[in-house]
């Protein structure tokens, strides 16, 4: 039944079986998770050998470092060139690093505060304000690096190509104290969607009133596909560079989510003057990265079709996940006319959205009836949905029996929360 054209008697009808769906729901006593996109203990095992790796006697790398003692601050060599290829950064301008590209974003963004950038006039943190681009929805963490600290964020919408470059261009174009945006080009959390050439292209030709702007490249899910389709995005390194704005891009990486989220490595890769800037800086709190990790990770992973053959084993026991989500919520709320949901190629996340003013609600009537979701607000800077209506599903972490027992509790909340909203309640 689509909703939204039935009649009043209809709605309290069907409000009234909802709750009583609601009230079984919450007499389970039942406790699920679909709040973070986790890898679950089955794409983690994929990665068990890494546990009995380098082995004792292999502590050299392919040029003969030993990976046991300090130095190589820019990380292997070989591993550079395994991830050079899906990252789209060439292996002399990428920096294989410690375990969290999160932590490298954070300490781009506080050193640009500090001490400024190439091309900086002044640090960051001596101008008037500072403010990022925040596509949105968007990434929740990117938001909590801006607002930890103090930088101004200003969203602007994304569509089935990217951010809305005409949005984006307009502001870059007039405002100095605009001095990034962040940007996850392929399978974007929480859309999935991936950037079209041109939306990259734009991103990389554009005028910007600040000479020291950065696009902030989160590559998190460079090999992260679910179908065969694996699209490839645009080179933004290269088209910045053939536009007269080489600096521009900061490309981010990890293995989080190919081996494990906590001992990965996480990659850097940007310009020639990006690369010893980040060098010079880092070598002032560390004297190198885990190497014997990264060494690790070379000998499991062997090359790039090596990455490629595991992220087909990742994919075989995510994409059921995937398409219980689309078949739940098709079955479920398909026709109703009160939700939409993605259904993304690849990466960890399926966005739902419903009714305007109804997030807030169907998240907190998921919790009192056991199932965690993030909150409503979160892909929007600083919390703050402004309609209240964009839901992120992360299926990874669940077993399959546990995701479909979360998804039909959520669409029973979706639909009481739908049916409130209608009936003026």
Not at 249 to 263: L, N, R
Not at 354 to 370: H, K, N, R
Request: proline letters at 8%; charged letters at 20%; hydrophobic letters at 40%.
């Amino acid at each position: 039944m689509n909703l939204t054209t039935a009649t009043e008697a209809e709605l309290l009808a069907r409000r009234d079986r909802l709750r009583e769906q609601y009230a079984a729901l919450k007499g389970r006593g039942r406790s699920l998770d679909l709040t973070r996109g986790k890898p679950s203990a089955a794409q983690l095992d994929l990665s068990a050998p890494l546990l009995s790796l380098p082995g004792p006697e292999a502590y050299t790398g392919a040029d003969g470092t030993d990976v046991r003692n300090y130095g190589g601050a820019m990380g292997l060599p070989e591993l550079r060139e395994i991830f050079s290829g899906p990252f789209q950064v060439p292996a002399d301008r990428l920096l294989a690093l410690g375990g969290s590209s999160l932590e490298l974003m954070y300490d781009c963004v506080a050193h640009a505060l500090l001490l400024g950038l190439p091309g900086s006039v002044r640090p960051w943190a001596a101008e008037q304000s500072v403010a990022f681009l925040c596509p949105v929805p968007g990434y929740d963490r990117h938001f909590g690096i801006c607002e930890q600290l103090g930088v101004d964020m200003i969203p602007v919408p994304m569509t089935a190509d990217g951010p809305d470059m005409d949005r984006v261009e307009h502001l870059v174009a007039r405002d100095p104290q605009i001095k990034g945006i962040w940007c996850v080009p392929k399978y974007s959390n929480p859309t999935g969607v991936s950037y079209a050439p041109e939306t990259v292209r734009r991103l990389a030709a554009m005028p910007t009133a600040a000479p020291d702007f950065r696009i902030f490249w989160d590559n998190a899910y460079a090999v992260h596909h679910l179908t065969d389709a694996e699209p490839q995005i645009a080179d933004v390194l290269a088209l910045a560079a053939a536009h007269g704005n080489e600096d521009r891009p900061f490309v981010f990486g990890s293995t989080s989510k190919i081996t494990f989220p906590g001992a990965g490595v996480a990659f850097l890769g940007a310009s020639p003057a990006n690369v010893r800037w980040t060098l010079r800086h880092l070598s002032r709190r560390t004297i190198g990265p885990d190497k014997v990790n990264q060494l690790r990770h070379t000998l499991f992973l062997r090359d790039a079709d090596g990455v490629r053959d595991h992220m087909r084993r990742h994919r075989e026991v995510l994409a059921p996940r995937f398409d219980l989500v689309e078949r739940v919520l098709t079955e479920r709320l398909g026709g109703t006319g009160i939700a939409s949901w993605t259904r993304p190629e690849g990466g960890y996340f399926v966005t739902l959205t419903v009714p305007d003013g109804c997030a807030t609600l169907t998240v907190s009537l998921a919790a009192e009836a056991g199932v965690a979701l993030t909150p409503a607000g979160a892909p929007y800077p600083y919390g703050r949905d402004p309609h209240d209506h964009t839901i992120r599903i992360a299926p990874s972490y669940p077993s399959l029996p546990e995701l479909s027992e979360a998804l039909e509790a959520l669409t029973v909340c979706v639909l009481l929360a739908g049916v409130e909203r209608l009936l003026g309640t």
